[in-house]
């Protein structure tokens, strides 16, 4: 009859191990502060490829121009991969409304003629995801 004790022992240090953990997990912060005065040294290069995804486009646009990045150091380029759905036009709206997007509409493979990017870094995202405020600052490589 002891080893129910026993279990009964184990269970209850395991769940307070397990809740432990959860608390010290969820005390983190969500992303380092950074000053208010930031500005980075080198601008960065979104790089966000794109196909039928005109259900999934604008709100990752948005996620990525609501960046704490300054805005003259970001450059983002929706690469449309000949898209059969409004994912150009879409992305086409945003370029207009803000300078530092760009939209490429990419011919097939044997025709492309690359523009160069302006920029010492570069992030290839997916369309099909959001972006918190963050991580734009939190990649930025020169770590100023």
């Not at 005109?54 to 898209?83: E, H, T, Y």
């Not at 044997?110 to 990017?117: L, V």
Request: glycine residues 0%.
């Amino acid at each position: 009859m002891w080893w129910w004790y026993a279990i009964i022992l184990l269970a209850v240090a395991y769940a307070a191990l397990v809740l432990w953990y959860k608390s010290a997990w969820q005390s983190l912060p969500l992303y380092p502060q950074v000053p208010a005065d930031y500005q980075p040294n080198t601008t960065v290069t979104v790089l966000v490829p794109a196909r039928n995804e005109a259900a999934n486009i604008a709100a990752c646009l948005k996620s990525l121009v609501a960046q704490r990045f300054p805005a003259n150091f970001l450059q983002i380029i929706v690469l449309d991969d000949a898209s059969e759905d409004d994912t150009a036009a879409i992305a086409t709206t945003f370029a207009h409304q803000h300078a530092f997007v760009q939209v490429v509409s990419v011919p097939p493979a044997a025709q492309s003629h690359k523009k160069e990017p302006s920029s010492m870094a570069f992030l290839k995202l997916q369309a099909n995801s959001l972006y918190a405020p963050m991580p734009i600052v939190l990649w930025d490589p020169t770590g100023s």
